[in-house]
């Protein structure tokens, strides 16, 4: 093949592509709705990073209900026979802090885990117990705060199931 065919080939092929990309239809790009304009948030002050901090003021709440059946609690959301329909049941409500940096440092070094492969089931236990102890506020219930200790082991771990369903890991890793 000669200089001059190869030269005529190369544009040839420049052409198609060239019209091919012309022949393509542009995707259309919806535009935004106003409507959807107006759900997004007004920011007053994009320099104020306050949000990221946790105070005392970052804070939820853990319904409980239960009933008793003999000396055993059933609690909803914990036990698959739990009865909603049944005659006899109790509530209350836990108030927790969100944990900060520094809270997960508390519970974290308070009962350090040297080798997190070695980590026996008890010791995460401790840890969640720990961190239920240092992010609890208040409670519905009549006693004192401090007798959570006192509490029905199963009502611990229903506990412990609905701050872990509510926050994850946060405060603990």
């Known amino acids: 093949m000669s200089e001059e065919s190869k030269e005529e080939v190369v544009v040839e092929q420049e052409v198609a ?36 901090f946790i105070t005392e003021k970052d804070r939820f709440d853990i319904p409980i209900e239960y009933y008793m059946v003999g000396n055993d609690p059933s609690i909803k959301g914990f036990d698959d026979d739990y009865d909603d329909k049944h005659e006899k049941i109790k509530k209350f409500m836990i108030t927790f802090k969100h944990p900060s940096q520094k809270d ?42 401090t007798e959570i200790a006192y509490l029905h082991p199963k009502m611990i771990k229903a506990i412990r199931l609905k701050v872990t369903e509510e926050i994850g890991g946060n405060g603990i890793y």
């Open 17 to 52: 592509v060239t019209e091919e990309v012309k022949n393509e239809s542009p995707e259309k790009v919806e535009e935004p709705k106003v409507e959807d304009a107006e759900k997004v948030e007004d920011i007053d002050d994009m320099d104020d990073n306050s949000d990221i």
């Open 104 to 145: 997960a440092d508390a519970i974290v070094l308070t009962n350090p885990i040297e080798d997190i492969e070695k980590t026996t089931y008890n010791e995460f236990l401790q840890l969640e117990n720990l961190r239920i102890l240092v992010l609890i506020r208040t409670w519905t219930l009549k006693k004192d705060i």
